[in-house]
């Protein structure tokens, strides 16, 4: 009889992980596809626009995903208390998210701003170095409204809201493209503005996905009867502190990430343009399929935030456990995709012969580390519901920028191995960092499903 309930009890929960995870995968897909646009609709300019999309993009998202890190202390706070029943303190905790925000856009817009001074000194190639600066401080312009994006991103979900969410990434994508048609080649009467017009789409894009995500989160405040900006509180230190000491660790571990990779791109800048461009094209599809395990691994936070809330661990455990099993099982396909069909993925992206010859040793070494991503993805999220941040930050660093890269900048350059060893470093690391983190859930969920007994 035991047995039979704790079945049911599997069976309910991996129903209740996939209701949050897929609209969740849906919109990282969405949130992904947008960046795949921006490269695919360049690609017909030149491998030097490619590039420059490529490296503008990498530069851009390790600041901003810093800031967007910082408000992941939302999917902690916000699912615990939705778990509690306490829905005004869920409203509470989005108000000062949405305060950070505002604080931070105006500092790492200056950060983006400078980026492209550094060119120079970095030996990054002459002709995709001014496209690059002119795509990048076009998308800064967009940073306000993606952390305001962020912000009640991670409420909705909290609170089991997440059709917004995938609506706006998916309709967001409608206008991206078609700006980026009107915008890059002129269309419309729109003068033709090449990777400046790709970044503006981009901007217009989140302006509209920050408007969507405000109705919908008034539309679900007023539900309940309590206005969203009728009742909006002022800014409390001490909450404001409380999302810190979540948000910062988690913001460094996004960033620890999103640098390696971007280092690996300013890295790969050095090397020809079609290196550049074969890089940027084999890192798109591996953050394609990254996003399904990233979407798995914000509902497995949420899913855990809430039973942590609710005060059962062993409910917490189990969903930590369903999520990898979904994410790892995704993420196992598209290592086959990248194995048997490569040559059909890149030429996608580009119809020239000798980035599609580079990128299919890539897609190879990418279908390697699948698996791995999929794990250490999804134990930092299922982490991040039991309150734990810093040890995914320290891992990360640890992983990638002690290890990993070092490792990629002596085989790219001083062994000659060029882009396959530059990957090669980046996909050991990877394989560490997962085995790390994998350990730190098993750890930390086996506490408190100890402390429930």
Sequence with gaps: MQVQSTQIDVKRELRSLLALAIPVILSELGWMSMSIVDTIMVGRLSAEAIGAVGMGNAIYYAPALFGIGILLGLD?????????????????????????????????MIVLWAAPLSFPYLGVNAAVSQQT?????????????????????????GVKRVGPVTFALISANLINWAGNWALIYGHLGFPAMGVRGSALSTCLARVYMAAVLIFAAWRNEAGRGHPLFADWPGVVFARILSLLKLG???????????????????????????????????????????????????????????????GD????????????????SFMALAAVVFLLVPHAVLVIYTNQEAVVSMGVPLLALA??????????????GALRGLGETRVPMLANFAGYWIFGLPLG???????????????TGLTLALILIALVLLLQWWRDSSRHTLKAC
């Excluded at 940027?280 to 949420?302: K, R």
Aim: with cysteine; glycine share 10%; hydrophobic share 55%.
């Design 76 to 108: 902690t706070l916000v699912s615990q208390a939705y778990g509690r029943g306490d829905f005004d303190e869920c409203h509470r905790w989005l108000s000062q998210g949405v305060y950070i925000a505002v604080a931070f856009t105006p500092l790492l």
């Design 133 to 157: 600066s002119d795509y990048l401080r076009m998308l800064n312009w967009g940073t306000l409204p993606l952390l305001l994006y962020a912000s009640f991103r991670r409420y909705l979900q």
């Design 248 to 310: 910062v660790p988690a913001a460094g571990q996004i960033v620890m990430e999103v640098g390696a990779f971007g280092a690996a791109t300013v890295m790969a800048g050095r090397l020809t343009p079609v290196a550049l461009a074969a890089h940027q094209i084999a890192l798109n599809c591996a953050a394609f399929s990254y996003m399904v395990p990233l979407g798995t691994s914000a509902a497995a936070a949420v899913a855990v935030g809430h039973a942590i809330g609710a």
């Design 313 to 328: 661990g062993p409910r917490a455990r189990r969903a930590g456990w369903l999520a990898m099993m979904v994410g790892v």
């Design 367 to 380: 279908a390697a580390f699948q698996i791995f991503d999929g794990i250490q993805t999804i134990s930092t």
């Design 409 to 423: 900048y002596v085989l790219c350059f001083w062994r000659g191995k060029g882009i396959i060893g530059l990957w």
